[in-house]
């Protein structure tokens, strides 16, 4: 999982999760309910990651973290809670996805659990052969 329930309310407040996941409006959170939309995000992103990176993740960047709250504040919304601003966190969270998906965007700059492209084949070579001091000057 790439966010739990404290990364929603240290993101956004124990208010707004209570907003999103108050299902019986007994004025207390679903534990269940949060659980499912955390899993359902973190899966979600997993989908975009798989084609790009091993997973899971030995250990995910904080930005993945971000995105998983936005991602199930989203879809775990009920009709009455989502809002236009949830819509486009969202939204922009799978444009960031996708273009990670794309190769576009690195989620680290050296990944020891990245696949490696090309066919594993390296080159080397000796020292220059020719250069201008052994030339004798020439041009």
């Given at each position: 999982?790439?966010?739990?329930?404290?990364?929603?309310?240290?993101?956004?407040?124990?208010?707004?999760?209570?907003?999103t996941?108050?299902?019986?409006a007994?004025?207390?959170?679903?534990?269940?309910?949060?659980?499912?939309a955390l899993?359902d995000?973190?899966?979600?992103i997993?989908?975009y990651?798989?084609?790009?990176?091993?997973?899971?993740?030995?250990?995910?960047?904080?930005?993945?973290?971000?995105?998983?709250?936005?991602?199930?504040?989203?879809?775990?919304?009920v009709?009455?809670?989502?809002?236009?601003?949830?819509?486009?966190?969202?939204?922009?969270?799978?444009?960031?996805?996708?273009?990670?998906?794309?190769?576009?965007?690195q989620?680290?700059?050296?990944?020891?659990?990245?696949?490696?492209?090309?066919?594993?084949?390296?080159f080397?070579?000796?020292?220059?052969?020719?250069?201008?001091?052994?030339?004798?000057?020439?041009?």
């Open positions: 999982m790439y966010a739990t329930e404290q990364d929603i309310i240290d993101r956004y407040s124990a208010e707004q999760l209570l907003i996941f108050d299902r019986d007994s004025g207390a959170v679903d534990p269940d309910a949060v659980a499912r899993a995000a973190s899966d979600e997993d989908g990651l798989s084609g790009r990176y091993r997973l899971p993740l030995a250990v995910p960047p904080r930005i993945l973290t971000f995105m998983a709250v936005d991602i199930a504040l989203y879809k775990g919304s009709e009455t809670t989502v809002t236009e601003e949830r819509r486009t966190r969202y939204k922009d969270a799978i444009a960031f996805l996708t273009r990670v998906a794309k190769g576009e965007i989620l680290f700059s050296d990944d020891p659990n990245a696949p490696q492209g090309g066919s594993g084949a390296s080397s070579a000796d020292g220059r052969l020719f250069t201008r001091a052994g030339m004798g000057g020439l041009r």
